[in-house]
């Protein structure tokens, strides 16, 4: 619809319940940062279109006042009230119980907490595109990274180094489990071998970890 009427974004209705909603099933699955994130204000797609949440601060329970004293008819998505969904879950029994048990403002707590962690990871974004050029360098069927540069990072950046270079060059995300086993080949290094990761392999030689495609 947006390409015919040659749109330039689209607004979503997406509220600061959804936003909860979503960082609290982050934090269930243990997802990380990325999750806990929540769904971003504005997004660039691929194409160029821009992805706009204009309500992400607004409760969805004013939305409902608004259009009913505006005189605007709800409609009601049925899967909103499908209990199979752990969204819907979550919506209809986990919130409620915690707002009953820890008292009112948990689900802005929760809004706060994935806008604070959105502006952690772009500066966390911002320092590995800075460094990243002076890290990596081609090889054979992949791309190989310092193990020193690597080594000379705390934790936190160099497992992000990690995955964006695995996620740039491959096209896949690492788990946790797979980034830290990686990350092992610079801090806990004893002669192990190459570690199987989705597309591609990694190990350490000369200096490097490679990463080849498989």
């Known amino acids: 619809c947006a390409a015919e009427h040659d749109a330039t974004a689209v607004l979503l209705g997406h509220t600061l319940d959804d936003q909860a909603e979503t960082v609290l099933l982050g934090l269930a699955r243990g997802s990380g940062a990325a999750s806990l994130q ?9 194409d160029g279109m821009l992805w706009i949440r204009p309500l992400l601060g607004v409760r969805r329970e004013i939305t409902r006042r608004f259009c009913e004293a505006s ?33 009112p403002g948990i689900a802005e707590a929760l809004a706060r907490t994935a ?3 959105r502006e952690d990871a772009e500066a966390f974004d911002k320092m590995i595109h800075e460094t990243i050029e002076d890290l990596v360098e081609h090889a054979e069927a992949g791309i190989a990274v310092s193990v ?3 080594a000379a990072n705390p934790a936190a950046l160099r497992n992000r180094i990690i995955r964006l270079v695995v996620d740039s060059e491959f096209g896949v995300s690492l788990t946790r489990t797979q980034t830290l086993e990686v990350a092992r080949l610079v801090t806990e290094w004893s002669g192990q071998g190459p570690i199987d990761l989705p597309a591609c392999t990694a190990r350490r030689a000369g200096g490097q970890i490679v990463f080849s495609a498989r």
């Open 38 to 46: 929540g769904m971003a204000p504005v997004r660039a797609g691929d």
């Open 71 to 103: 005189g605007i008819e709800v409609w009601d998505d049925p899967h909103n009230l499908d209990i199979r969904y752990a969204r819907v879950r979550t919506r209809e029994r986990v919130l409620p119980v915690l707002e009953a048990e820890l008292g």
């Open 148 to 150: 020193a540069a690597l």
């Open 115 to 117: 806008e604070q962690l």
